[in-house]
């Protein structure tokens, strides 16, 4: 019998990772940002929901945008940078944004003020969801399993 997840927990006792599915040529510019993955912690499985901090200087990920997952993000502590299609928007805590799946409206945030940031970040975990990033060479597949896989725009692998 599998333990079961906890129904109430404090966001404190979610250990804190900076580790990212990318490729080697992009991780270290989006290993500044710290993620406590309060869903998979509480055994969500049809969303996750992350409690990122991005200290100053860094960004959340690459700019990019989801084919079939929605996010909605809420900024709960500190100023940060949204960065869209549509050009740059700076939110103060309390603010949300959300990104509708399909729209391609490719987004990131970057902190450029000098204190941690906080964001709340809600995702769908729908399969089969693609990622593209219009600023870098790579693209993301997500399986039945919902793990991703990244290649280059062309289709071809990274070599790690």
């Known amino acids: 019998m599998t333990k079961p997840r906890p129904t109430a927990f404090h966001p404190a006792d979610v250990p804190e990772s900076n580790a990212t599915a990318y490729p080697a040529p992009f991780r270290a510019v989006n290993s500044q940002r710290w993620n406590r993955r309060l869903g998979d912690h509480g055994g969500l499985r049809n969303f996750g929901v992350n409690l990122t901090r991005i200290v100053p200087g860094a960004q959340s990920s690459s700019r990019h945008a989801h084919s079939r997952q929605d996010e909605f993000v809420w900024i709960m502590e500190g100023?940060?940078?949204?960065?869209?299609?549509d050009g740059r928007q700076t939110l103060?805590?309390?603010m949300c944004a959300a990104f509708p799946a399909g729209t391609g409206n490719a987004h990131r945030f970057v902190n450029e003020s000098t204190s941690d940031v906080v964001l709340l970040t809600v995702g769908d975990r729908t399969p089969f969801d693609e990622i593209v990033y219009p600023e870098i060479d790579m693209h993301g597949k997500a399986g039945a399993d919902g793990k991703y896989v990244f290649t280059h725009k062309d289709g071809q692998p990274y070599e790690d």
């Open 79 to 85: 100023e940060v940078v949204l960065e869209t299609d």
């Open 92 to 94: 103060q805590a309390g």
